[in-house]
């Protein structure tokens, strides 16, 4: 069975930084398809990111150059990291494995003067 198991997230000044991160249990993660996907209330869940088998990334234009992904293969987890926060930005953070249609359980990101 496979279990994606986050940490990380909290709350930050805009311009500020946080990252967070996805243990993924029951599979290789670098033979999986992974992302990030977030959401706020009331609205649907968002792409965000994702990172193929190869390594190749992809972001959705509203984080480029401010987020990146990656992952340990050694620790089996996948990151997202995040930099130069906006107050836009404070959501629910839900990592998803593509290749086995499995989500993480999400974690807050608030980002507030």
């Known amino acids: 069975q496979v279990r994606l198991e986050q940490a990380g997230g909290g709350s930050v000044q805009p311009g500020g930084s946080l990252s967070v991160s996805c243990a993924v249990s029951?599979?290789?993660?670098?033979?999986?398809?992974m992302g990030w996907y977030r959401q706020t209330a009331g609205d649907e869940r968002e792409w965000i990111a994702t990172?193929?088998?190869?390594?190749?990334?992809d972001f959705t234009d509203s984080v480029k150059g401010r987020f990146s992904i990656s992952r340990d293969n050694a620790k089996n987890t996948m990151y997202l990291q995040m930099n130069d926060l906006k107050p836009e930005d404070t959501a629910i953070y839900y990592c998803?494995?593509?290749?086995?249609?499995?989500w993480g359980r999400g974690t807050q990101v608030t980002v507030s003067s």
């Open positions: 990172i193929m088998e190869s390594g190749r990334t």
């Open positions: 998803k494995d593509f290749t086995r249609n499995t």
């Open positions: 029951g599979t290789v993660l670098s033979a999986s398809i």
